[in-house]
């Protein structure tokens, strides 16, 4: 298949002469073909088009006009809802003969196919800083007759990608500065000032991977004997179980991570919070325990800001990681931490919310790992990305005398983190930890 991805690749147009069929409407038949003869062009592309625009506050790029036929319905859709605005992009031919019709839609603007999606950033600077654009096909381009606008929504479609993929990029960019800044009255204690304060006390990282289920019994019994550290996501099941984690852990400042985090209020009197300096600013407020925070006080350089423990993630398992690492913790045990699906398809824990909906979630596949068990699993890039810079930060641990490994048989391999069955685990002193902790609370 041909793939169009530079403009230079796209075939010449050759409009012909317009045709006008009974319904008073006028079109080119190499655009359209006879797309409009039995109902005429208003009923068709009304029915194509019923639900297609329904999303407020939002830029629609449309990859061509269908002879100008779409652009009245375009105009109406933006009258109704002033928050709309439309761009339609088209070849030069069309666009110098809808000129010459002299008609009016001030909602919809004009651009040849080249025009680039950065050229249109300052002009639409609303939609496009907050994402809140959608390309769409014309009928041109949905009834695949038209060799020039297939190939121009294939060129449209790649460039757009890339646009969005930067726009969303700076977007979130944005998130975390702000999410750093709201939190400055929050961030009071930095975990800096307790660097090595747990070199006797061994850890365990709980995630929210389908492994976790495996080892809810052994954590009960041994909770007291070892330092845990859990991904807030993990609160419910945590709550639900009677397990009080010594550390909850919060890093995201998306609002999912709020619907995802929230039951970890519950631990307050309980447990620390250690979060980033940009976690969701609603869970912090929420929180009426002892926390503390990682990474700078300032998205900014300030010569008077304290040294901290700076986190990169990528996943909130990484980043625990690194505290637990910071800490001291001679031995670092992971559980629920998989980076890969489960052997019936499943991402999380069996209470989770996505593992209850199941289908209702589409998992992305991109790559497959093996197992401790042998298996070949499925995962994704996003879980093949934290597993690396996982097993990399197990590697540099080793050099500082701290060992990783994995309680999970069915968590995916890794060189530097060999599986080993709970009955192996090196428990630490319970009197220990909990002088550790106490010292710990005290400061904050």
Known sequence: MTQFNTIDALPKLELGTPK???????????INQKAFDNIGAKATLTKTFADAFNQEKTLYFVVGSDSGLLLPLLQK??????????????????????????????????????????ELEQRYPLYISHNRMQLVRSLSVLDKRSEYYTA??????????????????????????????????DNIYPIAQFQQQFSQTPALLLGGGPTLDAGIEWIKRHKAQILILAAGRISARLLREGIDPDFIVTVDPNDVSYDNTKQMEAFSEKSVLIHTNYAHHSLLAEWRGAHTFTDRLFPWAESDQPDNLATSGPTVTNTMASIATFLGCPRI?????????????????????ENQLGEMFVHTIGQKVRTNSGRLAETNDAFANAMKE???????????????????????????????????????????????????????
């Not at 006008?20 to 190499?30: K, R, V």
């Not at 709309?84 to 651009?111: C, G, M, R, S």
């Not at 996982?390 to 995916?412: C, P, R, T, V, W």
Request: glycine share 4%; charged share 20%.
């Open 333 to 353: 045990y992971l559980l629920g931490v998989d980076f890969c699906y489960g052997a019936e398809g499943q991402t999380h824990e069996s209470s989770s919310l």
């Open 152 to 185: 121009a929504w294939e060129y449209k479609l790649s460039e757009f990608r890339s646009f969005q993929q930067s726009n969303i990029g700076f977007h979130t960019t944005n998130v975390f500065i702000n999410a750093q800044i709201y939190n400055c009255v």
């Open 390 to 444: 996982m097993d990399h930060a197990a590697q540099i641990a080793k050099q500082k005398g701290i060992a990783f490994y994995n309680l999970g048989y069915e968590s995916a391999s890794m060189e530097n983190i060999p599986f080993i069955e709970t009955e192996e685990v090196q428990l630490g002193d319970a009197v220990q930890k909990e002088q550790a902790l106490e010292k710990m609370v005290e400061a904050l």
């Open 77 to 118: 859709e933006a009258e109704q809802d002033p928050s709309k605005h439309f761009v339609v992009f088209e070849a030069p031919e069309v666009i110098d003969y809808l000129k010459q019709t002299e008609q009016n839609y001030p909602k919809v603007d004009l651009y040849p196919i080249t025009t680039p999606f950065e």
């Open 20 to 30: 006008t069929n009974s319904f008073g409407d006028t079109y080119f038949e190499s």
